[in-house]
Nanobody, 120 residues
Framework: QVQLVESGGGLVQPGGTLRLSCAAS????????MGWFRRAPGKQRELVAS?????????SYADSVKGRFTITRDLAKNTVYLQMNSLKPEDTAVYYC????????????WGQGTQVTVSS
């Protein structure tokens, strides 16, 4: 069983930065990929970024965050990070860390979520 715990959310001004962390108990080497999703009020959940655990850590991003967000993983610390730069008010959402055990499977491990609010 994998448990995911997020941290690092908060309130930031437009143009600011935040880094989210997701610590995985039970180790991440057994996983195929991890990702960050977000849900804004009144909107559907969106996959923001994902990264493979093996294969050199191949990352992918939603168009809305390309060039601003960076996802990385630290295998020694069983942790995935989401560095968020140039934040915009429309990035305001609850951010969830998720993981999947195999390629083409749904993300079936979820964290509790962390609030990110971008406002002046």
């Amino acid at each position: 069983q994998v448990q995911l715990v997020e941290s690092g959310g908060g309130l930031v001004q437009p143009g600011g930065t935040l880094r989210l962390s997701c610590a995985a108990s039970g180790g991440i080497l057994r996983l195929n990929a991890m990702g960050w999703f977000r849900r804004a009020p009144g909107k559907q959940r969106e996959l923001v970024a994902s990264i493979t655990i093996a294969s050199g850590g191949v990352a992918s991003y939603a168009d809305s965050v390309k060039g601003r967000f960076t996802i990385t993983r630290d295998l020694a610390k069983n942790t995935v990070y989401l560095q968020m730069n140039s934040l915009k008010p429309e990035d305001t959402a609850v951010y969830y860390c998720a993981a999947r055990a195999a390629a083409l499977q749904a993300y079936n491990y979820w964290g509790q979520g962390t609030q990110v609010t971008v406002s002046s």
